[in-house]
Nanobody, 119 residues
Framework: QVQLVESGGGLVQAGGSLRLSCTAS????????MAWFRQAPGKEREVVAA????????YYPNSVKGRFTISRDNAKNTLYLQMNTLKSEDTAVYYC????????????WGQGTQVTVSS
């Protein structure tokens, strides 16, 4: 069983920065594509960043492109999300997710960490 634990959420003022971390255990971290998702009240869960197993490929939607950076340290089994120039619309619960390379959908999820951006 793969377990993912997020940390680093909190309250930050608009324009500020925050770094989220996700530590994995129970699997082969370096083989998993991983992603950060978020869900705000009344909205669907959306992907905000994704990264290939060795970090060579990344994806960001336009809403966060240029402000968020996803990275991973496979030696530490840790995924990061650096969030800069935060906006009030970034307020959400952020989730770390991973999938087996042969799976079509993300099948491992963390418990979520709250990010609140005040203005």
């Amino acid at each position: 069983q793969v377990q993912l634990v997020e940390s680093g959420g909190g309250l930050v003022q608009a324009g500020g920065s925050l770094r989220l971390s996700c530590t994995a255990s129970g699997g082969t971290f370096s083989t998993y594509p991983m992603a950060w998702f978020r869900q705000a009240p009344g909205k669907e869960r959306e992907v905000v960043a994704a990264i290939s197993p060795y970090g060579g490929g990344t994806y960001y939607p336009n809403s966060v492109k240029g402000r968020f950076t996803i990275s991973r340290d496979n030696a530490k089994n840790t995924l990061y999300l650096q969030m800069n120039t935060l906006k009030s619309e970034d307020t959400a619960v952020y989730y770390c997710a991973a999938r087996r390379i042969e799976a079509q959908k993300y099948d491992y999820w963390g418990q979520g960490t709250q990010v609140t951006v005040s203005s």
